[in-house]
């Protein structure tokens, strides 16, 4: 059961974390300006989450056991919707940033700067939920903080034709800033998991607490900005066309549900690392759908920064699985030594 939901977090997860840039992008592409409305797009699919909460709720129904709590549909603790209120209106910013890099980087040029955020999730992860760091980990994080770090070098040549130099350079930080800010944001998850103890159906809560806040903050980010004016005139002007521009609303917003119901309910089954990393390793697919579907540039910083990105994933997970096996090989010894003790007594 726990091998089969991580495989099914690990799929949804690809689908969002490949298709999601690629439908944001393919709406700037053609037109689309509003980056609050895109924000919004990310996390307003939220709704679709019900399908599987109901499910989880009539499957702990069946196996009730007696127990009220057993089968209460919203499983959730006070203070862990404290935390849940906290993260998701900070979610609604980390968007933010988020789709204004979309909005004026190219898609390959974002993923390669948000696989650094693997880095930053170490980092935070051995603060927040003490995971330890081996050199394995050390090494992969500085080969994709140096990964991104290089993308940064040669901005001219990367630099959509119609932006000017400081939408570009601002676009690069304000996605460095999504990568730290969304690094902050998994391991409190995680943090809130190893607090609350509660059952699947809780991660499906609180995804829907975290999206239906980062959708209020979207909301009101659009109502500023004057967004709601600026769409039905934006949709008419929309180079694929009035429905097309609906289509790709609707689409983009289920696509990014699944980035989000992957990614958290990754944690839930792992940590908010793995989550990181299997984030990470997907990067290289989004990059490579970008260049074949919009043509981007690959030039050798790109190539260069890929190559130290692959490194530093193989490197990890090398140093993952090595001491997962060092850790079993002491448990044996452990056990083996136990028990020839007891029979010499
Ligand atoms: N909001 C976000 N911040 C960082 N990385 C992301 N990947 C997809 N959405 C993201």
């Known amino acids: 059961m726990a091998k089969a939901l991580v495989i099914i977090n690990c799929i949804i997860l690809a689908i969002g974390n490949c298709g999601g840039p690629l439908i944001m992008r393919l709406y700037f592409n053609n ?64 968007n933010y940033l988020y789709a204004y890099g979309i909005a004026y980087l190219p898609v390959s040029t974002a993923a390669l700067i948000i696989a ?23 090494n992969a994080v500085v080969l994709l903080t140096v990964g991104a770090a290089v993308l940064g070098m040669h901005t001219e040549t990367d630099k959509p034709v119609h932006e000017t130099h400081k939408q570009y350079v601002t676009g690069f930080l304000v996605t460095v800033a999504a990568a730290v800010v969304y690094a902050f944001i998994l391991p409190l998850v995680e943090l809130a998991y190893q607090k609350a103890k509660q059952p699947l159906s809780y991660t499906l809560v609180l995804q829907m607490i975290l999206c239906f806040l980062a959708s ?17 005139k934006e949709a008419k002007e929309f180079k694929l066309g009035e429905v097309l521009f609906y289509v790709v609303a609707v689409f983009s917003a289920i696509i990014w549900q699944g980035f989000f119901l992957g ?20 990067l290289p697919i989004t990059e490579v759908l970008a260049v074949i579907f919009y043509h981007e540039k ?32 002491i448990q044996q010894e452990e056990s083996s030594l136990s028990s020839r003790t007891i029979s010499e007594c």
């Open 31 to 94: 037109g689309g300006k509003r980056i609050w409305f895109s924000t919004f797009l990310e996390t307003a699919g939220f709704p679709v989450i019900f399908i599987p909460l109901l499910f989880s709720y009539i499957h702990r129904r069946r196996n009730n056991n007696g127990g009220e709590n057993a089968t209460s549909f919203f499983l959730i603790k006070p203070r862990l919707l404290g935390a849940a209120i906290f993260i998701g209106i900070l979610s609604g910013f980390d």
């Open 116 to 138: 650094s955020q693997l880095a930053f999730i170490a980092i935070f992860s051995f603060f927040m939920v003490k995971h330890k760091f081996t050199p394995f980990t050390i």
């Open 216 to 232: 209020i903050v979207s909301l009101i980010g659009m109502s500023i900005a004057g967004d709601f004016k600026a769409l039905p």
């Open 263 to 282: 990614a958290i309910g990754l944690i839930f089954c792992t940590s908010s690392l793995v989550s990181g990393i299997m984030i990470s390793v997907l």
């Open 298 to 329: 690959f030039q050798a910083e790109k190539g260069l920064s890929l190559a130290l990105s692959l490194w530093g994933f193989v490197s990890y997970f090398y140093g993952e699985i090595k001491s997962d096996n060092d850790k079993k090989r």
